[in-house]
């Protein structure tokens, strides 16, 4: 399982950096990605990373980094330049398919998903 944590109140142009531990080494997950619910709307995938591949939705692009720490089995999404729309229930979760990065860091390719850790930016 993953599980997610590091969110909070920050406020616009603020900076979060989001852990997603895995209860197993993060080196057995070919590839961990990070999502976005905000209310009303459907989970958005935002970022993954495989070894050294990584992806970037267009909305978090130049903002967000994402990065992983396979001795301490955690990958971390380094949040800066926060907009209030970046408002959300963010989680991680496994990709289980072998694809290339920016065609499955998608939500209906995922799975192991834990709970969600809330961001909320304000103006």
């Known amino acids: 399982q993953l599980q997610a944590s590091g969110g909070g109140l920050v406020q616009v142009g603020g900076s979060l950096r989001l852990s997603c531990v895995a209860s197993?080494?993060?080196?057995?997950?070919?590839?961990i990605g990070w999502f976005r619910q905000a209310p009303g709307k459907e989970r958005e995938g935002i970022s993954c990373?495989?070894?050294?591949?990584?992806y970037y939705g267009d909305s978090v692009k130049g903002r967000f980094t994402i990065s992983r720490d396979d001795a301490k089995a955690t990958v971390y999404l380094q949040m800066n330049s926060l907009k209030p729309e970046d408002t959300a229930v963010y989680y991680c979760?496994?990709?289980?398919?072998?694809?290339?990065?920016?065609?499955?860091?998608?939500?209906?390719?995922?799975?192991?998903w834990g709970k969600g850790t809330q961001v909320t930016v304000s103006s």
């Open positions: 990373i495989s070894g050294s591949s990584t």
């Open positions: 197993e080494s993060s080196s057995d997950y070919y590839m």
């Open positions: 979760a496994h990709i289980w398919s072998v694809g290339a990065i920016e065609d499955v860091c998608r939500s209906e390719y995922a799975d192991y």
